[in-house]
């Protein structure tokens, strides 16, 4: 194509134009889902595109179409980074007119997106960060968070190996606000429950791979729990490597966060055993293999975690909200949205029915799960046997205890 | 027993041998870096993607065609290297001429597109690789339980290590290859095949890195991003051994491993650093590295 002087002006002349249409984004009925997490690092498959999918999974269940609304969804790579969360997050609600942000896991980032949406009043559903703060003393009127939390782990899995006798500790401890969240909970049942904590090993994230070194010395105290306060692909290797230095033989590994993801990287063989906490698991009932059915196809390597069937839950009660208080006055206002979503009770076909408290926690059920042997699973991805329901009521941390500025205001 | 700041002898002595075979990784792979910046000129940052790859090709040879982790030892290593081979034929090569700093980008960027592949493929949380039969286990030290399969892994390490510079310094091939270095239009006119021998050298450090990759994956997770763990680490081994130096590789990849080690016991949120700390105190007292020739 030939270019003349008058089509480089003319379109010189469009690029002028384009930066002012935009503002007009924020007002034109149609509602836009953010979702942001980790696409390429170590929590890529705790979240990630499977987190996209069950977003898109809900658009389709809740016929949002067929509703007559107009739902896009975006997703974004905050490469485990506060400053990229929250840099993605104000030009999508600045410059794309993004309504919602839903997912954002690593918890130095979720408090930093959790803030922006606060001041931004948009509506934020975090599920992928642990970090109980956010439901804490930095909770918003903006925020709700949905699948788990540290509390709910420590009290769950740390409070069921205290009373297995798992008494003495050693932490190992991923150098960020999660981990030291996490050790910090569990340090206080397992003392509550007359337990002692005999040391721990505070390790960078996520520049570790190695975790020999913290296993000897940990191996040195006797502790006959290793508490992992850690994730992911972290907590992998931590496993992998504790089996390899027979550390097992003597001590309990209690892995404190742990999702189906990475039972389904350690294999079987490696991690049958180990009792952890999710509030989600596909083979539950018949509703969650009906979900897990729906979504297989489209995230081809993984059953869905508690995470992202959380993003799926998420996005079915926040669409429901918009329909029912009208898409102008849901795009008007975040706080007043999260404050409908609150009122109304949740129901899906991943958790059931629950219900949000005024802090933003969704009280779903927590599940303590065992790991079956491989000659105990029966089909691909039939990992878990269920030992203890804690319902929501008692799962989380309860409300007076945590210092939320909403409720005392 | 006596004990050093506060910590226990065998505690002590143990990280000092996890140190070393930590130290072995390291050394096998800035041995590949330093023979391919030696001979190419080439800042290869794919060379964690190679040791990646490594650990994948051996997965692969185990799920898919049932081939186990001895002969994946020997075949990894050749068909990453069959792989680096194509790579220096059709990409690299025409970099010599260009500043350090395109090699540099066109490597990066070449780590990127192959730890994206994988990662498509193959998700973020990893594969899980047993330990073969034979190597499982471990021996009691007295002052620690030592898997047998991080023993196997310092003897090999050390092994590869020695053949390496034993190659480089001490054969025919090896001073040609020096030699092609120094002045190759002088060496092709004695009639040898310089660029051939240049490909077969990347195609040799990035075999070593894929080696390194297969005695990993029993290990750590095989997963995408482990090779970028490793390699900024591993790039300041090169640069405080100096950069080109076999020899210098070889010792600072085993004491920086130890190094790593101790401040695993001592202050374990520094271990990620500590590296970086003593390569600026060796630029500081030798800009050209503890073993390399100041130019």
């Known amino acids: ?409 | 027993m006596f004990s050093l700041f506060g910590v226990p002898a065998p505690l002590l002595f143990g990280q000092l041998l996890l140190g070393l075979i930590n130290g072995g990784f390291y050394a096998m792979l800035s041995l590949g870096l330093a023979v391919i910046f030696g001979m190419l000129n080439i800042i290869n940052f794919a060379h964690g993607a190679v040791f990646m790859m490594g650990a994948f090709v051996a997965w692969m040879l185990l799920n898919y065609l049932g081939i186990n982790y001895w002969f994946a030892l020997l075949l990894a290593p050749l068909i990453v290297g069959a792989f680096g081979f194509v790579l220096e034929k059709t990409i690299i090569s025409r970099l010599y001429k260009l500043d350090h700093l395109y090699g540099l980008l066109l490597t990066f960027g070449l780590a990127l597109v192959l730890e994206g592949l994988f990662r498509n493929g193959y998700g973020s949380s990893g594969m899980p690789y047993q330990i073969p039969a034979v190597l499982s286990g471990a021996v009691n030290l007295g002052f620690m339980f030592l898997p047998i399969y991080r023993g196997w892994v310092i003897v090999a390490a050390l092994v590869v290590c020695i053949a390496t510079w034993m190659l480089i310094e001490k054969t025919k091939l090896g001073s040609l290859l020096r030699a092609a270095t120094e002045n190759p239009a002088l060496v092709q006119a004695f009639g040898v095949n310089v660029p051939r021998l240049v490909t077969l050298t990347f195609a040799g450090g990035v075999a070593l890195a894929a080696f390194a990759g297969v005695l990993a994956a029993p290990i750590y997770s095989v997963n995408p991003n482990m090779g970028s763990n490793f390699i900024n680490t591993v790039f300041a081994v090169v640069v405080i051994g100096g950069m080109g130096s076999i020899f210098g590789a070889i010792v600072s990849g085993f004491g920086l491993g130890v190094i790593e080690g101790l401040t695993k016991v001592f202050y374990p949120q520094a271990s990620d650093t500590v590296i970086f700390v003593v390569m600026v105190l060796v630029l500081l007292t030798r800009p050209a590295g503890l073993f390399g020739k100041a130019t």
Not at chain 1, 76 to 97: L, S
Request: overall charge neutral; glycine content about 10%; some cysteine.
């Open chain 1, 1 to 409: 194509m030939k270019i003349s002087r008058r089509t480089l002006l003319g379109a010189t002349a469009a690029g002028a134009v384009v930066p002012w249409a935009r503002p007009a984004r924020a007002a034109d009925g149609v509602v836009r889902i953010g979702v942001l997490n980790d696409q390429s690092g170590p929590y890529r498959d705790v979240s990630g595109l499977n987190s996209v999918a069950c977003v898109r999974q809900a658009l389709q269940d809740y016929g949002a179409a067929t509703r007559g609304m107009t739902v896009e969804v975006l997703s974004a790579d905050h490469q485990n980074k506060p400053d990229v969360g929250a840099g993605i997050a104000r030009q999508w609600f600045d410059r794309d007119g993004v309504d919602m942000i839903i997912d954002v896991p690593t918890s130095s980032v979720g408090l930093a997106v959790a803030s922006v949406c606060r001041e931004k009043n948009r509506a934020y559903i975090n599920v992928g960060a642990g970090t109980a703060e956010l439901t804490g003393k930095q909770c918003a009127p903006t925020t709700i968070h949905w699948a788990y939390d540290t509390w709910m782990l420590a009290h769950s899995t740390g409070g069921a190996t205290v009373k297995a006798g798992g008494d003495t500790w050693y932490f190992l401890t991923a150098d960020y606000v999660f981990g030291h969240d996490l050790e910090r909970q569990t340090t206080g049942f397992v003392t509550a429950a007359g337990g002692k904590v005999l040391g721990h090993s505070t390790y960078p994230f996520p520049s570790t791979t190695d975790f020999s070194s913290f296993l000897l010395q940990a191996q040195a105290t006797g502790a006959k729990v290793l508490g992992l306060a850690n994730a992911g692909a972290d907590t992998v290797n931590s496993i992998k490597q504790a089996h390899e230095f027979g550390l097992t033989d003597k001590t309990r590994i209690a892995a404190l966060l742990m999702f189906i993801t990475d039972v389904h990287a350690l294999g079987l063989a490696t991690a049958q055993g180990l009792v952890l906490t999710e509030s989600f698991y596909w083979n539950m009932n018949e509703k969650t293999r009906a979900f897990a059915m729906r979504i297989k196809d489209k995230t081809p390597n993984n059953m869905p975690n508690m995470v992202q069937a959380g993003c799926y839950a998420g996005t079915i009660h926040y669409l429901k909200a918009v329909a029912d208080m009208g898409v102008a006055a849901a795009k008007a206002s975040g706080a007043a949205t999260i404050a409908r979503m609150k009122a109304m009770p949740t129901e899906d076909d991943a958790f059931g029915t629950c219900h949000i408290r005024e802090d933003g926690r969704v009280l779903v059920p927590a599940y303590l799960f065992e790991v079956k042997s491989p000659s105990e699973s029966k089909e691909p991805w039939d990992y878990y046997k269920l030992l203890v329901t804690t319902p929501g009521a008692e799962a989380f941390r309860p409300l007076a205890d945590g210092n939320c500025p909403l409720i005392h205001a």
